[in-house]
């Protein structure tokens, strides 16, 4: 186990409803990163986070979608308004800035949108 | 952006064969290259990785290869396990971000 957690690990909800994921990295790492997987394909960048600060912000990342890490601790993801195209699997991962790379992984929010 | 590319997609080995993955990026600035293994229904999980300083690396029955010149890097697996049946990808950073490559499908048959 990484010691990423993220809740819930699933969600179904209904097309134009709002959802909302949280994401717990490994204490010490000060990084953290949404990904967003859909089936058969690799993870895609979301945004990151150093501390509090929301440093990166992927295109694909609409308007619909807010992410925060208000203590630079967990941190939130939202979707307003969901669309049967935001059915994926929601990744969350961690890492430390002390000249380290690697970046662990959660298990992932599954979101379904009928 | 980045362009990752993998090859192959898919590949069968026989128990205690060696398999080989490739993966090609664009970007020159990439200075650092994993490669994550995911398990159906599984997280990706970080396997082996390498830094652009270093040529080769290895860990146990694990290598990674860089070739900065051209711009690819290899996963190689020695003695395959049935448990290594998984989908593997690299995920060559640019900056910040990992940039996925769309993965190659391990089956490793007894």
């Known amino acids: 186990d990484t010691g990423v957690s993220q809740n819930p690990r699933h969600k179904i909800t209904k097309r134009g409803q709002n959802v909302t994921f949280r994401c717990d990295p490994i204490s010490e790492h000060n990084r953290l990163y949404w990904y967003r997987q859909t089936l058969g394909q690799g993870p895609e960048f979301l945004t990151y986070f150093q501390n509090e600060a929301q440093l990166e912000k992927s295109r694909l990342l609409s308007d619909r979608f807010s992410a925060e890490r208000p203590k630079g601790s967990f941190s939130t993801l939202e979707i307003q308004r969901t669309e049967q195209g935001d059915s994926a699997m929601y990744l969350c991962?961690?890492?430390?800035?002390?000249?380290?790379?690697?970046?662990?992984f959660g298990p992932g929010t599954r979101l379904t949108v009928t | 952006g980045e362009n990752v590319e993998q090859h192959p997609s898919t590949l069968s080995v026989q128990e205690g064969d060696s398999a080989v993955i490739k993966c090609t990026y664009s970007d020159s600035a990439s200075n650092y290259f994993p490669w994550y293994k995911q398990e159906l229904g599984k997280r990706p999980q970080l396997i082996i990785d390498?830094?652009?300083?270093?040529g080769e690396k290895k860990d146990q029955r694990i290598a990674v290869t860089l070739n900065k010149t051209a711009k690819h890097f290899s996963l190689h697996i020695t003695e395959t396990q049935p448990e290594d049946s998984a989908v593997y990808f690299c995920?060559?950073?640019?900056?910040?971000?990992?940039?996925f490559g769309k993965g190659t499908t391990l089956s490793v048959s007894s």
């Open positions: 991962a961690s890492s430390s800035d002390r000249g380290q790379y690697e970046q662990y």
């Open positions: 390498i830094r652009s300083n270093v």
């Open positions: 995920a060559p950073q640019a900056g910040t971000a990992l940039i």
